[in-house]
């Protein structure tokens, strides 16, 4: 049994996280009241006291629009904050597993990314997380896992919420038919998670996210498809130009979980949409 603290954890995937490690694991759990990881006294002090095994860091700031007229917000979370738990887990030899994002690529691939395609940000946010992931794996032991398009959870409504929601209710879902992701469900991207630390799996970058990928609204005739409501959903599909947004969203941002797979088989995303909107309903 491990002693493992996790930030951020009343987030979307903090919550789920805390429930899956707490299985096998003992689990020190922090919301930000508890500790706000840009604070690099504060999380030196905690971790040293707590001296954990594992540092699961689930703290982020997504505002990804507001980082555009504002980055520090996001530069002090995703990257400075990062830093530190870099530094204190280096203090206590702990592991260190951290979340990045698909928005570190630019979008202008045909093919789904790997690990080792480089990087190339187009927003404040998307910097602020390539940074993060540099500053992560200065830890002597670190796992960088880059999720997208996060959906499940009770934490927090995503987009899958959104439009299955829409759909129930029978009001329009405005869609992207041109934008392409690779979605993580946060039970699949949490249970990786948990084999990649309990399998002692070589550490460095991963991409967590379910197999396969899809446009926004292929994932929402999906969501239909599986509601039974094909026939009445009200889809307004758009494509990115059409939708004035402060800060730039990769338009190709399918990723490659080969890497991952040959470790932890991920189930394809359609399987874990159809899980989710099974436990939605129950």
Request: hydrophobic content about 45%.
């Amino acid at each position: 049994m491990k002693r493992i603290l996790v930030t951020g954890a009343a987030g979307q995937l903090g919550s789920v996280m805390v429930d899956f490690l707490s299985r096998d694991h003992d689990v020190v759990a922090l919301v930000r009241a508890d500790l706000d990881v840009a604070d690099h006294h504060a999380v030196m002090d905690r971790v040293v006291t707590t001296r954990p095994d594992v540092i699961v860091n689930c703290a982020a700031y997504n505002r990804v629009d507001a980082a555009e007229a504002d980055p520090m917000p996001a530069l002090n979370a995703n990257a400075f904050g990062v830093r530190s738990l870099a530094r204190a887990a280096t203090a206590v030899n702990a592991t260190l597993v951290h979340y990045s994002t698909d928005f570190v690529f630019d979008g202008a691939a045909s093919r789904p990314y790997g690990e080792d395609d480089a990087p190339n940000p187009k927003s404040a946010y998307a910097a602020s997380k390539l940074m993060g992931e540099w500053f992560a794996l200065e830890a002597p032991r670190a796992y960088v896992l880059r999720v997208e398009s996060l959906f499940g959870g009770s934490a927090a409504k995503s987009s899958v919420d959104r439009i299955a929601e829409a759909m129930i209710d029978g009001r329009e879902a405005r869609v992207f038919r041109d934008r392409t992701v690779s979605p993580s469900y946060v039970i699949d991207v949490a249970a990786a998670t948990k084999a990649l630390l309990d399998r002692h799996a070589s550490p460095g970058l991963y991409h967590c996210v379910n197999t396969g990928s899809c446009t926004w609204h292929e994932l929402a005739l999906e969501i239909a498809r599986l509601l039974g409501c094909q026939q009445d959903a009200r889809l307004l599909p758009l494509s990115v130009a059409e939708v004035a947004l402060p800060a730039s969203r990769p338009q190709f941002a399918a990723l490659s979980n080969a890497k991952l797979s040959a470790v932890v088989p991920m189930p394809s995303w359609q399987d874990a949409l159809a899980r989710y909107l099974r436990a939605r309903r129950s």
